[in-house]
């Protein structure tokens, strides 16, 4: 089973930026990104991103980065999973979810609606049509291996064959700046892509005996996608799975 | 790789009492544990009913298992781990011998832990159990577990993506067994948050009937240790397939169409290589909100026809635990397998909906009960299904 990454995106305190079939990290302006757009971006009554909370923003704004066309017709597709790992969850918004008991008018409805992490997985199936398998995950540190690992694992099996996989973190307990934010978005398919993507990577379970260095920092393999220095990076086995396998991503040009 | 897992034991504490005994008892005997508010201020939601556990019983259960930390997230966490380890030590299984991993399931954790945060009076939270993943790694901890260690929260569909998240680890060979721990607590913040959607019930709940008004809360634990293999001895099921799907529809809302429910359950079917009439009795999720229950009859009419099994929903009994709900309904479906009985669907009187649904209106003791579903659906469009088969028919 071969498993492959067809598009990349990212938002984080330098900007944001993808790697799709149509983009690259540099026309989308990562260089010359600032605090302002930032602002632009989530702090502004966007009319797609109006209604939404801090996560689902970072969520659903990643994956536009992806450049999956958008349904044009009522076709549910089922065949593509949403998996989302976030350490922090709703955080932010059960802060203010939190505030709003306390206010003359009452609690909000509309903030209650987001205070559940999955509610991003909604978000994101609802613009795409999508009605495939959902996980949303934390586990701590190692939130973002966890759940590339169980994209991974969950393609392999063969139900369904796309993977739209989010680590995010929308602010944080120290900083509640949105530059301790960010949002990384991947593509995964075990079909080679047709039209609107092309294969960036190539993902495999590798069981392998190997002294190869891994990493466990997703951070890492965007610049290595970004940028490859070497043949293949190694994703480490997330900590407590009792396997030798390991993610071997490789770089396709 | 669509391999079976085996349940080998499973642990409850609701608000009809401790142990998945006791509860069965109580379920059988049509008790109810939806009362009125005791640790909050009545008058100050929408309902002031829920399935509460009383304080004396937090209590008890922390000095019974030596947990210091007051936090009733963990204590309920801790509590049923311990029930279970009674189980366990009869089957003479040691936890921490085994590559053991955990997944928490839980929608709010210990939400309340984040106040003082939020209103702005401190910027430390009580404790660090709001963050579900340190609740998580708090209770692998004081289990010496060693395993893979994550919480999932995927809404009131939580307990099943748990439980098929488990499966899958099983499967990869990850881990040797792995402890599905569901959990959650009533809070000023959830109780809030259902009121101002209006959809609490003001008296115990309905699911099913045509005077359902709303849904109760509750609050409870469950656990599950789930085992490629099975242990010998034991009744204890398989969970022989299961799926989740959205409906990619609403963020809070029920499909109308119950296009999330229907591939959930076909694919549950598929997956279990079972057809419709294999199915002897669904769990539903039974909420008692209008639409909730609207939606499932018509997911569950599309799947088994007119000649649909019996189903019931729990939450006449001891309310909506939200993330624990999977897990407890689990819990008690091993048992509606093991003794072929089937407990009411407590609340539900009359059917008045569009689609048709075969509830159990009183306790059945049926000739043949070998494999049933249970699903849950959730905020975000979640719906999730899981099938368990009578041990030693898989």
Known sequence: ????????????????????????????????????????????????FGRLDSLSKHVVAAVELLGIPMPCNDMKDNETAVYIGTELGSYEVDKLFYKSITQPGGASPKLFSYTLPSTAIGEVAMRYNVTGPNLCISAGELTGLVALWESAAMLRSEEITRCITVISNAGSPDCDSASESSSYALLLSTKLPENTHKVICSVNFDDHEHNCPAVSDIQKLYDYIKKPQQEALWLATPKGYNTKNRLRIEHRG | MNESCHILAAEIITSLGVGLDHNWKQLLAQQCGIRKLQRFQTGKYFSDTAGEIPLDVFDELARKNSIEDDSKIFILSQAVIGELSKQLSGMQIDLSKHRTGLILSTTKADIEALRPVALGESNRPLNNYWNSSCLAQAVADANRLTGPVMAVSNACASGIVAILLAKSILQQNAADMMLVLGVDVLSDFVLSGFSSLVSLSKEPCKPYDAKRSGLSLGEGSGVLLLSKKSHSGYPFPAVIGGAANNDANHITGPSRTAEGLKLALKRTLKKAGLSPDDIDYINGHGTGTLYNDAMESKGISFIFGHKSPPITSMKGYFGHTLGAAGVIETALCTKILNETIVPSSLGFDVLDMEDHLNVAKSTLRLKKLNNLITFKCGFGGINAAIALQKKGLS
Not at chain 1, 28 to 44: A, T, Y
Request: proline letters at 0%; charged letters at 15%; aromatic letters at 20%.
């Open chain 1, 1 to 48: 089973m071969k498993i492959y990454i067809t598009a990349f995106a990212y938002i984080n305190s330098r900007g944001f930026g993808g790697y799709a079939k149509h983009t690259n990290w540099t026309d989308i302006g990562v260089d010359n990104f600032n605090q302002c757009q930032w602002k632009q971006l989530f702090n502004s009554a966007f009319d797609r």
